[in-house]
């Protein structure tokens, strides 16, 4: 199931290089619950990293604030070297940053194509158009439900649509929040096949998974959250070698 | 019997869309920001008594009526941006108080800047009534039908085939996943507020030949509007004027049947009656929401 890349040894070349996304002892709380206590994290341009970590451990909090629709309290987020720790949400998609939430929310009672159409709300309809045309050859499926409602789409459809209509904004830096959430092992393993595939085309990806397996064996570089902290980190095979790793996450 | 129910129909049907398109003020700002807006009336109150006065100054009536919806839009505008935006930390429950203290200022304003008096303005093309069936048609009530069903175009065509109005749609279902298409949630509430009061705005002109303007006339009119609103089911626009058309034609049986006295009272029974018993309007659509 799992199959590796070679990617790692491309990501050790590129160390010199800025990264895409820098996240520096990065804070936000809920209220007066501190979601996150100091994450810090690097993402280099074509690389695939992951972020694991258990429920409740600040994944999505993380992702939220990368994606301006959740406060910082500290810290700072560089995006290709510029720092974005105060931009909007919209200035940020724009940029090319732009998240597959966690539980997909589709917009159920809007057909497949308007889904897809939103995810463009920040392109011309140029590119609109275009990102159609590439959704639907790159998800056939889709194509064949464009029409349908979202929200009577199988879970993983559901899924394909989600990641479908972040792609419509053209992204730079794909994030992708627990991708494996609610969907049975054969679309998990679907699911993570379609993200490795958009890698090797070059996407830069960043996902946070609490399925640590599946995550960290594909991924160039992992990380590990815990308690809203960054704590451990290294290429994603070796993190799978780990005794912390595989004690907390993989159960052995 | 029949000439006499049909006097009733149509006099229902006429404030019925009245109803309607206020309501269908609170269904659109309700769907942008969960607040429900009880300045609604004082949009209404404002198209009708700033046609009056921009008429009194010499404006031909069309400028004059233009130029109150645009004002109206434009109080809309400011309500948005310094009540609701500034207080985005107050909960829905706070932002509905500061629409309520809104409303109040706008009628005191609106006493010192006009005046306290009911003003007629005159209906779009005469008052000489339509005979159908022994019963008498005022050719305002066509004229507010004509409106009712060319907003309702306007606005269907609007949410199905602008972006706009698809990401007020995408933004009314989930506000966090519109936000993570790029989409920016307060430039849509400003533009409910904006476009709810045009439709209050519009509402008040249509109906002052009718029932005459004035500065608190807003106060009852918001109200009705609300009830279509809640009637139709609470951020449903096509609810909202259906809701429009139940709550009028009921006062207007009531009214004629029972005795006008009753009249106000069917709205708020109305009202009553369906958050008791149907809280998704009658209209209800099972709430479609996925965490």
Redesign the interface.
């Known amino acids: 199931m799992v199959i590796g890349h070679g990617s790692v040894d491309m990501s050790t070349q590129r160390h010199a290089t800025t990264p895409m996304l820098e996240v520096i002892d990065l804070q936000s709380r809920h209220g007066r619950i501190q979601a996150l206590k100091g994450a810090s994290l690097a993402v280099r341009a074509g690389q695939l990293v992951a972020l694991v970590g258990a429920n409740g451990a600040g994944k999505t909090t993380l992702m939220r604030a990368l994606?301006g629709?959740q406060p910082v309290h500290g810290g700072q987020i560089l995006f290709e070297g510029r720092d974005i720790t105060r931009a909007?949400?919209?200035a940020?998609?724009?940029a090319g940053i732009?998240?597959v939430?966690e539980?997909?929310?589709?917009?159920?009672?809007?057909s497949v194509e308007?889904n897809l159409?939103?995810?463009a709300?920040?392109r011309s309809r140029r590119e609109e158009e275009e990102g159609l045309e590439r959704a639907y050859a790159l998800f056939p499926r889709l194509k064949d439900r464009r029409r349908q409602l979202a929200?009577t789409l199988s879970g993983g459809e559901q899924q394909m649509l989600a990641i479908a209509?972040a792609l419509m904004?053209r992204p730079r830096l794909l994030l992708l929040d627990e991708p494996s959430m609610g969907l049975s092992p054969l679309l998990v393993d679907q699911t993570f096949e379609t993200i490795q595939r958009l890698a090797k085309d070059g996407m830069t990806i960043f996902l946070v998974e609490q399925n640590a397996f599946v995550a960290l064996s594909i991924a160039d570089h992992g990380y590990v959250l815990e308690g809203g902290r960054t704590v451990l980190d290294g290429p994603g095979r070796a993190l799978l070698e780990d005794d912390r790793v595989k004690e907390a996450y993989l159960g052995v | 019997m029949l000439s006499e129910f049909l006097q009733f129909l149509f006099s229902g049907l006429t404030v019925g869309a009245i109803y309607g398109l206020i309501g269908l003020g609170f269904a659109v700002i309700y769907n942008a920001s969960h607040v429900i807006n009880f300045a609604q009336g004082e949009f209404v109150m404002i198209g009708g008594m700033a046609t009056v006065f921009l008429m009194a100054a010499g404006l031909p009536m069309p400028l004059a009526v233009v130029l109150a919806i645009a004002g109206a839009a434009l109080v809309g505008w400011l309500l948005a941006r310094i009540g609701i935006e500034t207080a985005r930390g107050a909960g829905v429950v706070g932002l509905i108080i500061i629409t309520i203290g809104a409303s109040i200022l706008l009628r005191g304003l609106a006493q010192v800047v006009w005046d306290r008096n009911f003003h007629p303005l005159p209906p779009i093309s005469g008052d000489a009534p339509i005979h159908v069936f022994g019963a008498t048609l005022l050719p305002q009530s066509l004229w507010i039908g004509a409106a009712l069903i060319a907003i309702m175009a306007a606005l269907r065509f609007f949410f199905d085939h602008t972006?706009t109005g698809?990401?007020m749609?995408?933004a009314a279902?989930?506000p966090?996943?519109?936000?993570?298409?790029?989409?920016?949630i307060r430039r849509l509430v400003r533009l409910s507020f904006v476009l709810s009061a045009a439709l209050g705005a519009l509402a008040g002109v249509l109906v002052a030949p009718i029932t005459m303007t004035y500065a608190n006339v807003g106060v009852m009119l918001g109200l009705k509007g609300f009830a279509a609103a809640i009637v139709g089911g609470l951020g449903n626009p096509l609810g909202a004027i259906a809701g429009g058309l139940v709550v009028g034609i009921a006062e207007a049986m009531t009214a004629g049947y029972l005795s006008s006295a009753w009249k106000d009272v069917v709205a708020f029974v109305i009202i009553l009656f369906v958050l008791l018993f149907l809280p998704n309007g009658l209209f209800g659509r099972a709430e479609?929401?996925?965490?």
Do not use: E
């Open positions: 994606s629709v909007t949400a919209g940020r998609v724009r732009v998240q939430p539980g997909r929310r589709v917009f159920g009672p809007m308007d159409r939103l995810g709300f920040t929200g209509r904004a | 972006r698809k990401a749609q995408a279902i989930d966090l996943a519109a936000q993570l298409m790029g989409i920016d479609v929401h996925r965490a």
